[in-house]
Each structure stands twice: as C-alpha cells, then as structure tokens.
C-alpha cells in the first residue's frame, strides 16, 4: 500500500523536475501514453500527477485538447520564494515546539558540521548541510502539508533560479544566520526562531537577487 501512495508524489516530483528544467518546454502537450512510457509506469499514477501539476499551475489541462505546459516565469520565481519565506519561518515555530530529542540532535551535528565546513570554506559541502538543517527543520514540524509544500518549494527554487545561492564571502553571514535559529532551538523560543529564519531567508533572497541583477 506504501508503494501505491508514494508513487503519483514521487511521479509529481519528477514531472515537476522536467517541466523546469524545460525538459517539457512551455507550450508542449503531455499525454498519459507517452508519459506512462517514459517513466515506465501505469496511466493511474500519471493521471495523479498531471492533476497534482495542473494545481500547482505548471500544466494545463484545455478541454478537448489535454494537458500543455505553462513552465514557470521570472515572476513565479519571485512570488514563490515569498510565499517559501513565511512557510520557512511557520515551520521553524512548529519545529522549536515539537521537534523531538534525536531531531534535534541531528539537527546540532548539522549545525557543527556547519562550523566546520565553514573554517574549510568547503562550498559544495555547505550547500548539502544547508539543505538538510533546513530538511530537519521542515520534519520537525511535523506537520504533513507544510513538509510536503516546502519540498516542493526547494524543487522550484532549485531548478527554476539555476544560480548558486550564495558565494564564499558569504559564508560568515550564513553561519550566524543558522547559529540564531540553532539558537532558538536551544532555547526553545519559537518566535525567536520564527524571526531568526524569516531574517535568514530575506537575506537569502536578496544574495539570490544580487547574483542574478
């Protein structure tokens, strides 16, 4: 039964990839037989994800047509990492009030490894730990729709920017960015974390902005 569920949300995933990294260009038509065939699956699945794709807004389905790709504009971009910011720092709250004992520990040894591979300036390495203190983050909240909406936010943000999110000057900030949520953690201050992460991710935002303008 586990398989049957996961299944259309990994499909999602996928189709989602490819559809901004213009594997499916804006305009294309998807249809089940051939999608079926491509990720070597039954038109079930794929049915789920095309409805899935279509709520997101990165597909449409014409009548009498079937289902185009709209893709994702500059514009998109911009308004989903808004809506990122304020879920970022909503399950940053949740997580410092629910996170469990070995999440947060797991999220420490990410925090030390942070440190570490910050005097190394190793950026590659950062790049992981950045997204799985982020990912411990999101699993702490325990809150099912919140953790599946931010992985789909990471998916836009990551294949639709195709910049690097930050440079190697940068890394300081970012450390004492991630020590002030570490912090709230340890304290056990859910607002402070709140605050800490919605700063963190504003200041995200604009490195993303300079890099790009």
Request: net charge negative; proline share 4%; hydrophobic share 40%.
């Amino acid at each position: 039964m586990a398989v049957e569920h996961t299944l259309p949300a990994s499909l999602t995933a996928k189709i989602r990839e490819d559809i901004l990294k213009e594997v499916f260009p804006p305009a294309s038509k998807l249809t089940e037989k051939a999608l079926g065939l491509q990720y070597g699956v039954s038109r079930t699945p794929i049915r789920e994800a095309l409805r899935n794709l279509t709520a997101e807004g990165l597909v449409e389905w014409i009548p009498n047509r079937g289902v185009y790709v709209i893709g994702f504009s500059g514009g998109d971009v911009s308004d989903l990492f808004q809506l990122r910011r304020s879920c970022e720092a909503q399950a940053t709250r949740w997580a410092v009030e629910r996170i469990y004992k070995d999440e947060l520990d797991a999220l420490e040894e990410s925090y030390d490894f942070m440190l570490f591979y910050t005097k190394r300036g190793d950026m590659h390495k950062l790049r992981e730990l950045n997204a799985n203190f982020h990912r411990i983050i999101h699993e702490a909240s325990h809150n099912r729709m919140l953790i599946n909406t931010l992985a789909a936010y990471q998916d836009y943000w990551k294949y639709s920017t195709r910049i690097e999110p930050y440079r190697r000057e940068h890394l300081p900030d970012l450390f004492e960015e991630h020590t002030a949520i570490f912090e709230a953690f340890i304290n056990r201050d859910p607002e402070a974390g709140g605050k800490a992460m919605d700063t963190h991710m504003r200041h995200a935002g604009e490195r993303a902005s300079n890099l790009i303008g």
